[in-house]
């Protein structure tokens, strides 16, 4: 009997389905509550939530946050915390609107010249990231806390945006630079579609791929059914997307006016879908590249690495301190390139844009999974709590709650979320 209980005791414990699938239950748990949240709102709303008018606005209204939130990462997941993204997007959108309104007409001769949009950005993107690499040289260098400098960056960055404008709303910005913006640019449907197929190849060919690199050092591998599931997943949502956004059709007045600018006539009974937005598209390239750089890059090991352990990062040679000025350049640099996007997106400057943000980005990272206490974080996870925070947001306003108490449940969902994951990481064991 006692050979019979211990070889029961002895035997494999049987895997689950979840497990044999290698899903990451948190990430599932994010997924499965947004589209609770998202069924919610569209029956509350009678179905108005869920059409492609209202999820293509829900995309470009999330981007500007979800690029910030992706380089909030990379702050949070080394132990610092930036409260300044929200004013350094409005100075570096400053920036951006008085190089192609007051400046650069003068030199290039003119409005919408070709060169005005390029020339705004890449201004813009180095102001952000100089200005990120100063907060960065403050905490790095000079061993001011992260939150003190951010605080004080709060304060400096809104009022030097003001300055720059003297106080006025700036437009209507460059045409091409507008592009950014959303639903001034995008890539209609036949674009879209092809882009879809390009990254459903992509993403079949990365499993694929990873399999094989898998079973080349001798890893556990899952089955090939289960492969085969998530490809047909990630197909399906990819493809999903783009269908949506293809079916919220192009006003009639509007394509009127694009067939007249080309000299010809629009035939009788044509749609034309808008398709991925430019910003959309944007977002997903710097998901991309974030989590390569996090995953497969020594910048990358060297972030979590310091996350982790701080100490035991500087002692096996890791320069923490410069490290420290990379990962707030990029934060600055990211929120330049939010700050274009939102600008575009609303045409003009205004002295309130971002206002707010460092609070919405934060909860992003936070309701993603990035641990305050640092060392974990996904970039994946961060767009996922952008889009559930602006989802959350949304379906309030379209509901008609009132702003103040739209805050307080964007407030309350903030600690419900860190409350979940410190839970969530007692009951697995994780650090």
């Given at each position: 009997?006692?050979?019979?209980?211990?070889?029961?005791?002895?035997?494999?414990?049987?895997?689950?389905?979840?497990?044999?699938?290698?899903?990451?239950?948190?990430l599932?748990?994010?997924?499965?509550?947004?589209v609770?949240l998202c069924?919610?709102?569209?029956?509350?709303?009678?179905?108005?939530?869920?059409?492609?008018?209202?999820?293509?606005n829900?995309?470009?209204?999330?981007?500007?946050?979800?690029?910030?939130?992706?380089?909030?990462?990379?702050?949070?997941?080394?132990?610092h915390?930036?409260?300044?993204?929200?004013?350094?997007?409005?100075?570096?959108?400053?920036?951006?609107?008085?190089?192609?309104?007051?400046?650069?007409?003068?030199?290039?001769?003119?409005?919408?010249?070709?060169?005005?949009?390029?020339?705004a950005?890449?201004?813009?993107?180095?102001?952000?990231?100089?200005?990120?690499?100063?907060?960065?040289?403050?905490?790095?260098?000079?061993?001011?806390?992260?939150f003190?400098?951010?605080?004080?960056g709060?304060?400096?960055?809104?009022?030097?945006?003001?300055?720059l404008?003297?106080?006025?709303?700036?437009?209507?910005?460059?045409?091409?630079?507008?592009?950014?913006?959303?639903?001034?640019?995008?890539?209609?449907?036949?674009?879209?579609?092809?882009?879809?197929?390009?990254?459903?190849?992509?993403?079949?060919?990365?499993?694929?791929?990873?399999?094989?690199?898998?079973?080349?050092?001798?890893?556990?591998?899952?089955?090939?059914?289960?492969e085969?599931?998530?490809?047909?997943?990630?197909?399906?949502?990819i493809?999903?997307?783009?269908?949506?956004?293809?079916?919220?059709?192009v006003?009639?007045?509007?394509?009127?006016?694009?067939?007249?600018?080309?000299?010809?006539?629009?035939?009788?009974?044509?749609?034309?879908g808008?398709?991925?937005?430019?910003?959309?598209?944007?977002?997903?390239?710097?998901?991309?590249?974030?989590?390569?750089?996090?995953?497969?890059?020594?910048?990358?090991?060297?972030?979590?690495?310091?996350?982790?352990?701080?100490?035991?990062?500087?002692?096996?040679?890791?320069?923490?301190?410069?490290?420290?000025?990379?990962?707030?350049?990029?934060?600055?640099?990211?929120?330049?390139?939010?700050?274009?996007v939102?600008?575009?997106?609303?045409?003009?400057?205004?002295n309130?844009?971002g206002?707010?943000?460092?609070?919405?980005?934060?909860?992003?990272?936070?309701?993603?999974?990035?641990?305050?206490?640092?060392?974990?974080?996904?970039?994946?996870?961060?767009?996922l709590?952008?889009?559930?925070?602006?989802?959350?947001?949304?379906?309030?306003?379209?509901?008609?709650?009132?702003?103040?108490?739209?805050?307080?449940?964007?407030?309350?969902?903030?600690?419900?979320?860190?409350?979940?994951?410190?839970?969530?990481?007692?009951?697995?064991g994780?650090?």
């Amino acid at each position: 009997m006692a050979d019979t209980a211990a070889a029961k005791g002895d035997a494999p414990r049987r895997k689950s389905l979840l497990d044999t699938l290698e899903v990451d239950t948190r990430l599932l748990g994010m997924i499965g509550a947004f589209v609770v949240l998202c069924l919610v709102f569209n029956i509350i709303t009678d179905g108005r939530f869920l059409t492609p008018r209202n999820v293509f606005n829900l995309t470009i209204q999330t981007v500007s946050v979800a690029l910030m939130a992706t380089g909030m990462v990379f702050v949070i997941v080394t132990r610092h915390i930036d409260l300044s993204v929200g004013s350094l997007l409005a100075t570096c959108s400053a920036v951006m609107a008085m190089t192609q309104t007051a400046i650069l007409p003068d030199l290039l001769g003119g409005l919408n010249h070709p060169l005005t949009a390029p020339i705004a950005l890449v201004i813009g993107l180095c102001v952000g990231a100089l200005i990120g690499a100063f907060n960065g040289w403050l905490i790095g260098y000079l061993t001011i806390p992260a939150f003190i400098v951010t605080l004080g960056g709060l304060l400096v960055w809104r009022n030097v945006a003001w300055y720059l404008t003297n106080g006025q709303t700036i437009g209507p910005l460059d045409a091409n630079f507008r592009l950014l913006g959303g639903i001034n640019g995008t890539l209609g449907e036949t674009g879209s579609w092809i882009v879809g197929i390009v990254a459903v190849v992509a993403a079949l060919l990365a499993l694929a791929s990873g399999r094989r690199s898998k079973k080349a050092h001798d890893f556990p591998v899952k089955p090939l059914w289960a492969e085969i599931l998530l490809g047909a997943i990630m197909a399906a949502v990819i493809l999903g997307f783009v269908a949506v956004l293809n079916a919220y059709d192009v006003p009639e007045n509007r394509l009127e006016r694009l067939f007249e600018a080309r000299g010809e006539t629009m035939p009788e009974g044509y749609t034309e879908g808008y398709g991925i937005p430019y910003s959309v598209l944007l977002l997903i390239i710097v998901a991309i590249v974030m989590t390569v750089v996090a995953r497969k890059t020594r910048l990358g090991r060297y972030i979590f690495a310091t996350g982790g352990n701080p100490d035991a990062a500087e002692l096996s040679g890791i320069n923490t301190r410069l490290l420290t000025v990379k990962v707030f350049a990029i934060m600055g640099f990211l929120c330049a390139l939010s700050a274009a996007v939102a600008s575009a997106r609303l045409t003009f400057h205004s002295n309130d844009i971002g206002t707010l943000d460092e609070l919405r980005v934060i909860a992003a990272a936070v309701i993603g999974g990035t641990a305050l206490a640092g060392g974990i974080g996904t970039i994946y996870g961060a767009i996922l709590g952008a889009l559930i925070m602006q989802s959350l947001q949304s379906g309030m306003a379209m509901v008609g709650v009132d702003a103040p108490f739209q805050n307080i449940v964007v407030g309350a969902v903030l600690v419900v979320a860190v409350l979940v994951d410190i839970l969530y990481r007692k009951r697995t064991g994780a650090k």
